[in-house]
């Protein structure tokens, strides 16, 4: 009788010596690449309260209030598309290049800072 080698084999031992696919990860990560938006992140010092980001924002997820100087993001509803990050007139918001991590409850940040003061209220 003919001995027949099974097909499978050959993919097998093709697969055991190729390089692999895929990293070990999270023993090895892979480099983010450049354009990558990530977790935001608000320079509240540099914000002047002017609302563009949140009016932009296709999420509903940011909040301003000027006459308190309050920034408040809600990172769970968060699509991350950078519409607020390009809105912005003084670039005081940023996108690191790390991603958010699943969290269990829906935490919100509330930032404060100095909203710029009117002319009237210089005089
Ligand atoms: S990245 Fe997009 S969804 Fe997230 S806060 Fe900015 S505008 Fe809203
Ligand atoms: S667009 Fe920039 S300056 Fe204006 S409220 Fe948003 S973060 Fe502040």
């Avoid at 003919?2 to 990860?25: A, C, D, G, H, Q």
């Avoid at 002017?50 to 932009?56: M, P, V």
């Avoid at 909040?63 to 408040?72: D, V």
Wanted: with cysteine; proline share 11%; charged share 25%.
């Amino acid at each position: 009788m003919e001995y027949k080698f099974p097909p499978f084999l050959t993919t097998v031992l093709t697969n055991l010596l190729k390089r692999k696919s895929t990293r070990p990860y999270p023993y090895q990560k892979r480099a983010p690449y450049p354009e990558v938006r990530g977790i935001l992140k608000n320079q509240v010092e540099k914000c002047i309260f002017c609302g563009s980001c949140s009016l932009k924002c296709p999420a509903n997820c940011i909040e301003i209030n000027k006459q308190e100087g309050t920034w408040q993001y809600k990172p769970y509803l968060c699509i991350l598309c950078g519409n607020c990050e390009a809105a912005c007139p003084v670039k005081c918001l940023t996108h690191t290049t790390d991603f958010p991590l699943p969290c269990l409850e829906k935490k919100e940040i509330l930032l404060k800072g100095t909203p710029p003061k009117r002319k009237q209220d210089k005089k």
